[in-house]
Structures are given as C-alpha cells and as structure tokens.
C-alpha cells in the first residue's frame, strides 16, 4: 500500500464513526484506530432578565381580583415634532445661520420664505456656499445650531407650507 493511499484512509476514518479499521495484503499489515472520547464544552454567555409581566388567564375569573398600581412610565413621552417640510444639507462643512458674525441672521422663526430664498450659508473646504429655500412657507424650527458641523442629507429647517 503506497503512502498516499494510507493518508486518504486516515482522512476517510477520521471523518466517519468507525473507530478502528485493519486492512492485511500479503506481508502488509495496518491498523488505524480512532478515539471518539466525547468532549463536552460549556459555553457562558451572560443574560439580559427583562421584566416579564405576569401571565394571564385564558378565562375570566369568576371573583373580581384586586387591580395592581400601573407601573410608572420609564421616560416621558416625547414631544411632538413639528410638522413641515424639511430643508436639508446638500454638502458637508460648517452651517451658519449669518452671513458673517456682526451681520443678522438670514431667517428667524415665523418668518415667511420663499422658495429660491437663501437660508444659510455652508463653508466647506473655504468655500461660503449660499443654500436657498426650495419651497416657500413659514419657518417653523431651526434644527442645527449655528457654526456647527453638518452632514449631507441633515435637516437645517422646518417649513411649514402656505
């Protein structure tokens, strides 16, 4: 029997359940045994509890059972966004509400803006890029802070539609 016939036995073997094999030709003899001694690995992975509430009868109970206290909300609900269109970044950089920092702002809350109206300036890589309303309507929210960074796509301004 050549060498590589004997590794593809022991390949074969180890991949099977057979635990020991003798093969005999003339002279040649080979035993190939394998050991499938079971290992048990335990795995800790640690659990998140949650409260559970406590489960509930199929059927109504005949007898009126005393009610629990409800129990107290985790956070308060949160306020209710203010409905509009959102005007968005077109570009990355730094939002300014102003021109420059002794000059007024471009809009305030409640101010009407007309759609091709510049909104705010965005510096990006030096460069002062005016962005401009693209609906016209009443400025309902400021939503980034002034002289802050901005991603693509982030809301600037809510407008409400007239």
Known sequence: MEYKQIQELIKTINKSNISELSIEE????????????????FVSVPQQYQAMP???PAYAPAAPVAAQPAAAPLAPPAPAA?????????????????????KPVFVNV?????????VCIIEAMKLFNEIESEVSGRLVKVVADDSSPVEYDQP?????PM
């Open 54 to 56: 406590a489960p509930q």
């Open 82 to 102: 203010p409905t509009g269109i959102t005007i968005k970044s077109p570009m990355i950089g730094t939002f300014y509400r102003s021109p420059s920092p002794d």
């Open 26 to 41: 003339g002279d040649f003899k080979i035993t190939i045994r394998q050991d499938h001694a079971e290992q048990t690995q």
């Open 156 to 160: 600037l301004f809510i407008v409400e």
């Open 110 to 118: 409640g101010d009407e803006v007309k759609a091709g109206q510049v």
